[in-house]
């Protein structure tokens, strides 16, 4: 690897960390405006628009046709996109940003938990590891007491099925492109959670969730 590379990748680390990190202030502002499950729809729809053109410019779109990766497929949209978002975006709704911010690190308490399931060591490592962040995490949430509300804790639910859908990804993989796990994951999350979100949030106004729309555009790209 040059110096070039190393640095390219570098920037690319920290500007995906730095995403992620603004992914649960923008959810946590945007739940206050629009109903948390449509804010979901709109925004995973958004991000199926942007995977798709990513995908055709990138010549995968072929890929589709291939049957041997659906249903793994299936399972990363439900893992990673249908459960988690419907229960992270409403939980968003009510809590604060921070709580959304800092409970999103259960999900490597999770993994811990499942990875040794589906085959990959547990390290000592990885145990101190997950262990310093979750101890820095409870501490940062203690404030004289630590008293979780429902948005928390459907927050550090919305991230147990991620390891699941990693290992699922891990299996599409070997039938299709990253492009194509995104576009797959996106567009059938998206439609499911809309399809959720017009039986469950009927008092959607579209006009006033368009009004906010440079919210649902950084979001989508985030």
Known sequence: MTKEQEKIGVIFALTGAAMWGIFPVLVNYGTQNIPPIMFAAITTLLAACGSF??????????????????????????????????????GSSKTSGINSSLLLLSEIIFTLLFTPLI?????????????????????ILYNGTLNLNNGDIL?????????????????ALNFVSPAIILLVRFFLGGFFILSFAMLAEPQSNMAEILSQHWGLILLALD
């Open 53 to 90: 053109i990513y995908a055709a410019l990138k010549g995968k779109l072929y890929e589709l046709k291939n049957k041997k990766s659906y249903s793994s497929l299936i399972m990363v949209t439900l893992c990673i996109v249908i459960i988690p978002y419907i229960l992270f975006f409403i």
């Open 155 to 171: 927050i550090i639910f919305s991230t147990a099925t991620y390891p699941i859908g990693n290992f699922y990804a891990k299996k």
């Open 119 to 139: 085959g990959e060591k547990t390290t000592v490592k990885k145990l101190i590891g997950a262990t310093g962040i979750f101890i820095g995490a409870a501490l």
